[in-house]
């Protein structure tokens, strides 16, 4: 049976709406009249984060998939979640990987090859099951899980990356590329997870259980869609310092530990979440191996 939507907008959904309000008016896409792409080592900078440039620039581009995707996927969203990918989320990423992508092909690499309109077939079933509103919430609760997943990576990472560039001495991407990016990130995180608690609470046992399971199911780390790109989040991790058992893990799961799997003691971060990122690193550490040996 569908659960109807309230007509009156509660103080949860006032908030919700106040603070995407909030991220559009105080952050707009970065300009690129603000940015200096000036390296002063292009060759060694290049050697270092060349590939993790790359990564987080295809990911970050991606954004018009992803669009694409929950568009699919949720028939009828609120409108607070349309106002935020559409006017905020998506200008403001599409910006991140234009900037990234025109770093690294000031650096001589090619430019990031983004998938921007590729649709998978569980995401339209996943749409044509949400046309029932009680299963779009599910679908929707899975949404807000990723998105608290993908954003609390990118702030992590994005963390890392600036220290990194700033050890290498290259001020001017440190401080017009990389800060500003990170600056925008935390007020992502903070829509998917207000939305995530606020929907959770709502749910029924049988929606929270299957929440669990698809999650279980589905879960990877962000932007690494198929083996190879799985590799490559894991040379990130590499190059990062990131360990798939660190504290990085547990700050990416914590309020889905806390939502989720709660009811489980002494886990501090949920076993799919560790398996994906270990699975990274081996993969990682195998094609390294099989470049080395020249066997692809």
Not at 170 to 195: D, M, W
């Amino acid at each position: 049976m569908s659960r109807s939507r309230p007509s009156a907008r509660s103080a949860a959904d006032q908030r919700l709406v106040d603070h995407v309000d909030r991220l559009g008016a105080e952050h707009p896409p970065i300009s690129l009249d603000s940015v200096d792409f000036t390296v002063v080592d292009p060759v060694g900078f290049e050697a270092r984060f060349g590939h993790v440039l790359d990564y987080m620039a295809r990911v970050e581009l991606e954004v018009d998939r992803n669009v694409l995707e929950l568009m699919t996927m949720l028939p009828d969203p609120p409108e607070v979640d349309v106002h935020f990918y559409r006017d905020v989320w998506q200008p403001q990423e599409i910006q991140h990987g234009r900037i990234l992508d025109e770093l690294q092909v000031r650096l001589g690499r090619p430019p990031a090859d983004a998938d921007l309109d590729s649709i998978g077939t569980k995401l339209k079933v996943l749409g044509a099951l949400g046309h029932a509103s009680a299963f779009q919430d599910v679908s929707r609760m899975l949404y807000y899980l990723t998105g608290m997943a993908t954003e609390r990576s990118a702030v992590l990472a994005y963390n890392l990356l600036h220290d990194g560039v700033r050890e290498m001495g290259e001020q001017a991407v440190a401080e017009t590329i990389i800060a500003p990016i990170k600056r925008q990130e935390p007020g992502h995180f903070a829509f998917y997870q207000l939305s995530a608690r606020g929907l959770w609470a709502e749910l029924a046992p049988w929606q929270k259980w299957l929440v669990r399971h698809l999650r279980r199911l589905s879960f990877s780390p962000v932007g690494a869609n198929d083996d190879e790109q799985l590799a490559d989040f894991g040379d990130l991790m590499a190059t990062l310092g990131i360990d798939d058992s660190s504290d990085f893990t547990a700050q990416i799961a914590r309020v889905e530990m806390e939502l989720l799997w709660a009811r489980d003691k002494g886990l501090p971060v949920p076993a799919y979440v560790t398996a994906a990122f270990r699975e990274a690193r081996e993969r990682s550490r195998a094609r390294a191996e099989g470049v080395s040996s020249g066997t692809r």
